[in-house]
């Protein structure tokens, strides 16, 4: 027999009630206990509450019933104070007389705890009943024994119709059926009653999960599984494509779309598609829970094992992440509330973890800004402890050491920070769209992608596949001639033939970004004319102090004796926003895109500049190449005219600003009447045309070099640069866009820069298409409305 | 810096005071808008703490805070009992054995606090409850030790606390016994935010 617990604030409150219950048990009694009051005086005590379970302990179990208030949380909280045990102990939200009557009518009968809960929440039904209350029960069910997963496909749903069909086709069975929604993590519900169902409020694309026990569960899942994929019958669910996020601005979906250039070949890897929330289909019984608490420390201690693994293998940035990530895997407060949530609610080990990380989360989201940033972190680590209890494959972009073609629902940002070009040949993703952030990412690493390839998830892992991303095309096992021919062109999909011109013969110069003496070996074997963007923030960054002359005329000279003889444009240091340094970026800065940044860290630090200069000097005068030398976020004329003079007192010839804010485009003519050459910083130039951050990957259709707004606040250089008949070049993303170049050709660009694995492409292209079709290719995209319009109009102009 | 076991015998002790002090001042707010036993309540389990520990005399953070989670359990009537038991309980464990906390680990064990009173209350901002108080002076204390010192994250929490409070009066409870007052129960302040922001300024004096 089961014990009971009466908890209430005021002892001659439950004294009377339990008074009043045992008249109705004549014969045996059910073992029952009080824990009202404190010292006396009204109000609860959970160590008493503690003590009285103690004392009416049972193997049948017990059932504890509260008044109100803080009767609920003493009663909670008691369970923490409770030595181990091996009988569950479940709280009631029934009412607390007429509950508590009717759980001891029916526990004196031997009832189980399950029985006896049932009959105690439902026992205001009759007073309800009596006085002609609407019945309104939403039972939450247990899960079944046997389960599918089902995703609905018709276009309202589980509404009323379908709903119906489904509790018609199982009444008649002998068996119990309970689904859940597994997007929204409701229910399970029993598949009883139609309204209960309709608490699960499923749309189309959800997926259900259906559970059922007894004898004819197998029936009963079938027949829903029947009507789930017959679409309850409605007539467009068959032929209806599945439905996907809902849509945003860009186009239409019209078949397999190659949104960055190049042909690889590879076996599919498919990313693991999120994870869903996990439900709790029932309570654990408690000899059960501490081996499943067990189960946390595990999965934490592994998945920490496996960051701290592979923080290892990295340095700088990357490794300081993962070694965050490692620790926040295995955070005391996580754990000890995932464990508490296991030990004394019976929750399952992934369900404990996902709700406290809930929880926390919405600790963290109450207080906004920096703190709510730490959400995506907590989220991360909690979809990896889960993946981990569950079996899963590690959620994110997977981990390989051979080459492989990434296959993707749609990839976040977030996704993408880990994506090492060396090892994944190629992106194909179901959504997407020309300037998805899939399409701008890929373009920048030099992957071939294609997207909207509605089947691409049916593809089965391991299946070798040839992307072409120009075509934008996927071929399951392709041929070994294809193979052969693809593979020969590894690395550089397209040859560069060492000369940039357009088709009539007009000469743009092609360069190389390089951001580190590493990289110089990449532009090399590119065959770049020479190197547009020379990044030094390496030098710099992940260290306290700033590095010496000589350590950096050492590093600079390495650079330019590569480039013997060519043209090699060095940007002086570009910290703050994205790449915080230790001596220069203030820590808080609420806004660092918008901060000290760029060239205004010389108000700051002017001897960092200087001697910076000195050294680039130093460097070129040893050496044979053409150095120019840069700033980065000019913003002000007196600012170009600092930098000049700064230049000059080092005795350095060529020197230009970047254009990345609207407010140099707009005063490039005063800017180029003191410096010799511009140079376009497409990316910010985006950011801060459009205000759109570039680190929120929901903004990246606003954040699109081919938003017309861009275009033209380019075009105001261009125009700048002819009239004062100094060169405009360009160094960003943009560039590496095969048909962005050449619009940018048509403005009058002189030499683009880009990341070597496009050169070949951009070479390609612009070989193809004459120096009139890029300047009507400029006009029509400027004069575009939108980004998609911009691209297409150049895109029937140079194709 | 680190916080001194000293100075957390002094933040209970001045707990212990202010509360005291401002029984009075409680048990109005709570008649007001409850039942009117917030000051007498908590006057009393500060009392039955502060003597646990005196006569008990623990020598790890872990073993006081504890001690005062059980004894504000067992001795707090009314939802102040089990939400500060709770607090306490949790800060106990988040601070482990130890008789002092580095300013970063002092954050994570009042988050951790924190934690246990979502936990075991399910507050949101805005419900009028000790929660609106005690989550801005938390995350107050947890930004301001990345630039300042431990004395001066204290004291913003202690204000941040205040200002939570002092917001109470103009919203709606939604939980607790005054949520069955709902709008009349505009216009008066929160008793358990009143004692949250003395909990706060007592640390900020236990290590001003």
């Known amino acids: 027999m089961i014990g009971i617990v009466v908890v209430s604030h005021s002892p001659r409150l439950a004294e009377a009630a339990v008074e009043l219950a045992l008249e109705m048990v004549p014969g045996e009694r059910p073992r029952l206990a009080i824990a009202a009051g404190v010292d006396d005086l009204i109000g609860t005590d959970a160590a008493r509450v503690a003590a009285a379970i103690t004392e009416v302990a049972s193997p049948d179990g017990v059932l504890v019933l509260v008044d109100l208030g803080s009767a609920v949380m003493s009663a909670e909280l008691s369970l923490e104070f409770l030595a181990p045990h091996d009988f569950e102990i479940r709280i009631t939200s029934a009412p607390f007389v007429e509950g508590l009557l009717a759980g001891v009518v029916r526990a004196a009968g031997g009832a189980s705890l399950d029985e006896v809960e ?56 002998d068996a119990t059926v309970a689904i859940a929604n597994l997007r929204t993590g409701s229910g399970p519900r029993v598949a009883n009653s139609p309204t209960s169902l309709l608490t699960l409020a499923a749309q189309r694309g959800d997926v259900l999960r259906v559970s059922a026990s007894g004898p004819q569960a197998q029936d009963a899942l079938d027949a ?86 592979r923080a290892e293998r990295v340095s700088g940035e990357a490794r300081e992440i993962l070694d965050a990530a490692a620790l926040m895997a295995v955070d005391p407060t996580v754990l000890s509330d995932a464990r508490a949530a296991v030990l004394d609610r019976g929750e399952s080990a992934e369900y404990a973890v996902w709700s406290t990380v809930e929880v926390l989360a919405g600790v963290f989201s109450a207080h906004g800004g920096r703190v709510a940033e730490r959400i995506a972190d907590l989220q991360d680590m909690r979809n990896r402890v889960v993946a981990e209890l569950l079996g899963r494959p590690e959620p994110g972009v997977p981990v390989q050491s051979e080459p492989f073609i990434l296959v993707a629902r749609d990839l976040a940002p977030a996704d993408t920070a880990l994506l090492n070009p060396a090892v994944c040949r190629a992106i194909v993703t179901v959504e997407g769209g020309p300037t998805s952030h899939t399409a701008i990412l890929s373009r920048s690493l030099g992957l071939p992608a294609v997207v909207s390839v509605e089947n691409a998830l049916d593809i089965p892992e391991g299946t070798m596949v040839l992307v072409d991303g ?7 096992d392709p041929s070994e001639v294809e193979v052969a021919e693809v593979e020969a062109q590894v690395g550089f999909a397209v040859e560069f033939s060492g ?17 580190s003496p590493e990289s110089v070996e990449a532009a090399l074997a590119a065959r770049a004319e020479g190197i547009g963007l020379f990044r030094t923030e390496f030098l710099f960054l992940d260290r306290a102090q700033a590095p010496t002359v000589d350590e950096q005329v050492a590093a600079y000279s390495d650079v330019f004796a590569a480039f013997a003889g060519k043209r090699v444009i060095i940007r002086t240091l570009d910290a703050g926003a994205d790449k915080p340094l230790a001596f220069v970026t203030l820590a808080d800065e609420a806004n660092p895109a918008l901060g000290i940044r760029g060239y205004r860290t010389s108000w700051r630090r002017p001897d960092l500049i ?14 044979s190449a053409n150095v120019q030398v840069m700033a980065p976020m000019i913003d002000t004329p007196d600012e170009a005219a600092d930098f000049a ?27 180029l009447s003191l410096v010799d050459f511009v140079s376009l910083g497409t990316n910010d130039l985006a950011q801060y045309t459009m205000a759109a951050d570039r680190e929120v990957g929901d903004l990246a259709l606003l954040n699109d070099p081919w938003q017309p707004a861009v275009l033209r606040m380019m075009q105001l250089a261009f125009e700048a640069g002819a009239a004062a008949g100094k060169p405009v070049s360009v160094c960003g993303e943009a560039a590496a866009d095969p048909l962005l170049a050449a619009v940018l050709v048509g403005f009058g660009a002189s030499s683009l820069s880009m990341s070597p694995r496009a050169l070949g492409h951009v070479g390609e292209l612009l ?12 006009d029509a995209a400027a004069g575009a409305r939108t980004a998609q319009a911009a691209r297409a109009a150049a895109a029937a102009l140079c194709v | 810096m680190a916080v001194t076991f000293v100075q957390f015998m002094d933040w209970l002790r001045l707990t212990d005071e202010h509360v005291i002090e401002a029984r009075s001042e409680l048990t109005e707010l709570d008649s007001a808008i409850g039942d009117g036993d917030h000051g007498i309540n908590l006057s009393r389990g500060c009392a039955a703490s502060s003597g646990k520990v005196d006569s008990e005399k623990p020598e790890y953070l872990d073993d006081m805070f504890t001690l005062v989670g059980m004894t504000l359990v067992s001795s707090v009537g009314g939802a102040s009992g089990p939400l500060y038991g709770t607090f306490f309980l949790r800060f106990a464990t988040s ?59 204290a004291l913003l929490a202690s204000r941040a606390a205040a200002a939570g409070r002092d917001a109470t009066a103009d919203l709606v409870a939604r939980k607790g016994r005054a949520s069955y007052l709902g709008e009349r129960s505009v216009g008066h302040i929160d008793p358990g935010a009143a004692s949250t922001a003395l909990l706060f300024q007592s640390l900020a004096e236990a290590l001003a």
Do not use: W
């Open chain 1, 645 to 671: 003079n700064r230049c000059a007192e080092q005795g350095l010839g060529v020197v230009g600003v970047m254009i990345e804010t609207p407010a140099a485009a707009i005063t490039a003519p005063e800017l």
């Open chain 1, 118 to 173: 049932r009959e105690a929440r439902g026992a205001l039904e009759s007073k309800r009943g009596h006085l002609g209350d609407p019945v309104e029960t939403v039972p939450v069910a247990e899960a079944g024994e046997l389960s599918i997963d089902l995703r609905l496909h018709n276009s309202t749903g589980l509404h009323i119709r379908p709903a119906s069909m489904v509790v018609m086709a199982v009444t008649p069975m």
């Open chain 1, 767 to 778: 070989g193809t298409v004459s120096l009139s079709a890029c300047r009507r290719a400029a």
């Open chain 1, 224 to 309: 829903i599984r029947a009507l789930v994929e017959s679409g309850f019958g409605e007539a467009d669910a068959a032929a209806a494509p599945m439905p996907e996020a809902p849509a945003r601005i860009g186009p239409t979906r019209g078949g397999p779309l190659g949104v960055s250039p190049g042909r690889a070949v590879g076996p599919v890897v498919r990313m693991p598609d999120p994870l869903a929330a996990p439900i709790l289909a029932r309570r654990l019984a408690r000899p059960a829970r501490r081996a499943e608490a067990a189960r946390i420390d595990k999965a934490t201690a592994s998945v920490a094992a496996a960051l701290r693994a």
């Open chain 2, 95 to 153: 601070a482990g054995h130890r008789q002092e906390l580095t300013p970063v680990q002092l954050a994570s064990a009042l988050e951790a606090g924190l934690a246990g009173v979502v936990q075991r209350g399910k507050p949101e901002l805005g419900d009028k409850t000790m929660y609106d108080a005690m989550q801005p002076a938390v995350l107050a204390f947890r930004n301001a030790i990345k630039t300042g010192d431990v004395a001066e994250a």
């Open chain 1, 610 to 623: 200087d001697d910076q200069l000195r050294a680039i000097s130093i460097a070129a005068k040893s050496q």
């Open chain 1, 470 to 476: 120009t075509t934008g095309t996927v071929t399951i």
């Open chain 1, 499 to 515: 000369t940039g011109a357009t088709r009539d013969g007009h000469r743009v110069q092609l360069l190389a970004n390089v951001a």
